[in-house]
Nanobody, 122 residues
């Protein structure tokens, strides 16, 4: 079972990116998917989560209104649409899967992807 995050890159402030999180060898439908980001030397920060039960989405205040999480169970993929990006959004972004409940706490997620780098700079 693997999670594969992709879609990172370099953009200017105000730009957009869409990250993808693809799950292989397991069905996504029963899992909550969280998005986290981390800067070197800092703790991993949960920024969004989409629940397995009804697709409810949750966002940290710092990204609310700019980021949108969605899931396509048929494609076994979760997306994080990031708009109006700011330099403070620069980080390695991770997706993670869990069975307990949606959370911003990394310990609630058992399966992690390898991370994709997002750089926001002029």
């Amino acid at each position: 079972v693997q999670l594969q995050a992709s879609g990172g890159g370099s953009v200017q402030p105000g730009g957009s990116l869409r990250l993808s999180c693809a799950l292989s060898d397991f069905t996504l439908v029963a899992l909550h998917i969280g998005w986290f980001r981390q800067l070197p030397g800092k703790e991993r920060e949960g920024i969004s989560c989409i629940s397995s039960s009804d697709g409810s989405a949750f966002y940290r205040d710092s990204v609310k209104g700019r980021f949108t999480v969605s899931r396509d169970n048929a494609k076994n993929t979760v997306y994080l649409e990031m708009n109006n990006l700011e330099p403070e959004d620069t980080a390695i972004y991770y997706c993670a899967a869990g069975e307990l409940w949606c959370s911003f706490f990394p310990g609630q997620f058992a399966l992690w992807g390898q991370g994709t780098l997002v750089t926001v700079s002029s």
